[in-house]
């Protein structure tokens, strides 16, 4: 039997959905928050537990998420059986190096103050500009009459 590409789209989303929930009521369930869960969720985490004490955890868990996968396929409209979902390999992390650590950048640098020295550029004051260009524009003025 062939498995259309919607039915697949709704397996890996109900799946996702049934990994995601699983851990989350997980975690609820051991930080005693377990009552404030739906009915629903309650269910799963009786099953959990009854399956908890035939089989391993990683079992356990593995079995809950697939019940919880095919009621949220047919919940969600799949047609017919819940196709398997690939599962997906848990690499093992790896330090690869290329993390680049966090490092403040320098200090802005403030405006250095006036070299004086025999480097040091003449600087005009802004008066004797000021001056110059009187001159020249009653110069000029004077030129024309």
Known sequence: MAIKAADMLIARRADTRARADFATWKMLAKLN?????????????VAYRKLLEK?????????????MYKSYYAEMGGAGTPPEVPAR???PVTDTGNVTAFR?????????????????KPRLPVAL??????????????YWR
């Open 55 to 67: 089989m391993t955890e990683a079992d356990a868990s593995e079995a809950t998420i697939q019940l």
């Open 33 to 45: 928050g377990a009552s404030a869960l739906p009915a629903e969720a309650q269910n799963f985490l």
């Open 129 to 142: 500009i000021f001056a110059c260009l009187v001159v020249v524009y009653v110069g000029i003025r004077y």
């Open 104 to 120: 403040r950048p320098p200090p802005a640098k403030a405006k250095k103050p006036a070299v004086s020295g025999p480097n040091a």
């Open 89 to 91: 390999a848990s690499e």
